[in-house]
């Protein structure tokens, strides 16, 4: 597993220091700089190259009405991504980064016309999952499949040259699966963490936490301990497939920015199982699914944005990007005070 390079940090911790500016005047900004430097090749690191990956799976939990949405919106949704019409598409174009979609588990028929939009990846390895009240979301074998995939991703990422990594969720009643992992992995109760999702009433909501509650259950009870024990038990095959690109990106060296709350529920899987992965995490934003708070602070994480967003599919991460590439270009093209020969205080 890579780590940090803090000597890296160090260094453009000095070269900040250096630049025409009171000494942390530009806030975090700075931090970010010195964030990415260490996790470059350089004190003070080019453009990045951002690679957006949106991991796509249908949920049996959809059966007990936990969705304001039916499951073929999934299916429907990955047409959506590869004709170019999602928000996605809209902000990846935006900001310059790449877009594909892994079709790794949806259940419903769909037709996805080439358009302008992500390139598709169909390796599913169900057709959705298990009904998690009443019985495990995936097999053993499926969780590590759904999880390959992901890590994959990531390898393919290294290959193609990408120096920062965004995944991106689609899937009809993920926050349910998300919630449920949260709950298992914090032992925070389902109450604090259950949100509306897709937009459900309030009624729906305390429904959608007995559902919650009864997988728990059930989970604990089939003998869930680790954490990809809890990611078989009641996961996603997306959410499998994110836990291994965030551990294909940590292996491979390239920073993550995590985007919305399914995708920080995978990161919690993902270092849960190998710590190491949290050094090479950011977070784009907390968005309003309720307990996104929670799951960033049990990875120690604090967002960049908070604007009130619950749509997934990375664009939060998106929206973020040309906060960072401004960072970035602060630290590598500001003068010093040598170079513009003004003064430094004493």
């Known amino acids: 597993m890579s780590t940090p390079n803090q000597a890296l940090a160090i260094a453009a911790l000095n070269h900040q220091s250096n630049l025409t500016k009171p000494q942390g005047s530009l806030g975090k900004l700075e931090e970010l700089a010195v964030w ?15 690679a957006i990956v949106v991991f796509a799976a249908d949920h049996g939990v959809v ?22 019409g999602a928000a996605i598409n809209v902000l990846a174009r935006e900001v310059g980064a790449s877009l594909s979609v892994v079709d790794v588990g949806v259940a419903s028929s769909y037709t996805a016309v080439t358009g302008c939009g992500a390139q598709l990846f ?23 499949k759904a999880w390959s995939i992901g890590l994959g991703s990531a390898q393919e990422g290294l290959i193609r040259g990408k120096t920062l990594l965004i995944g991106g969720e689609m899937g009809i009643a993920n926050t349910t699966s998300a919630a449920a992992l949260i709950c298992a992995l914090t032992d925070i109760e389902p109450e604090e963490i259950v949100g509306l999702g897709t937009g459900i009433s309030a009624a729906s909501r305390e429904h959608k936490v007995q559902v919650v509650k009864d997988s728990l259950v059930r989970a604990r009870a089939a003998g869930a301990v680790s954490a990809k024990d809890w990611l078989m038990q009641v996961g996603g095959l997306e959410i499998a497939a994110l836990a291994g ?18 995708t920080t529920a995978a990161a919690l899987v993902a270092v849960k199982n190998q710590p190491q992965v949290a050094d090479w995490l950011l977070a784009s ?45 602060l630290h590598r093209e500001m003068a010093t005070f040598s170079s513009a020969g003004i003064a430094n205080k004493e």
């Open 245 to 262: 690109f965030y551990t294909g990106a940590a292996e491979a060296g390239i920073p993550v920015l995590l985007d919305g709350f399914i």
């Open 36 to 50: 990415f430097a260490a996790r470059s090749n350089s004190a003070i690191p080019g453009r990045l190259q951002p």
């Open 285 to 329: 934003h907390v968005s309003d699914e309720k307990g996104h708070r929670h799951a960033l602070a049990a990875l120690q994480l604090e967002p960049l944005l908070a604007l009130g967003l619950r749509l997934g599919e990375a664009s939060g991460a998106a929206l973020t990007l040309p906060l960072i590439q401004s960072a970035l270009a």
């Open 122 to 144: 169909r390796v599913p390895v169900r057709a959705g999952t298990g009904n998690l009240r009443i019985e495990p979301a995936m097999s053993e074998q499926e969780c590590h």
């Open 63 to 84: 059966a007990e009405g936990v969705s304001a949405f039916p499951k073929e919106v999934t299916g429907q949704m990955v047409a959506n991504f590869v004709g170019g």
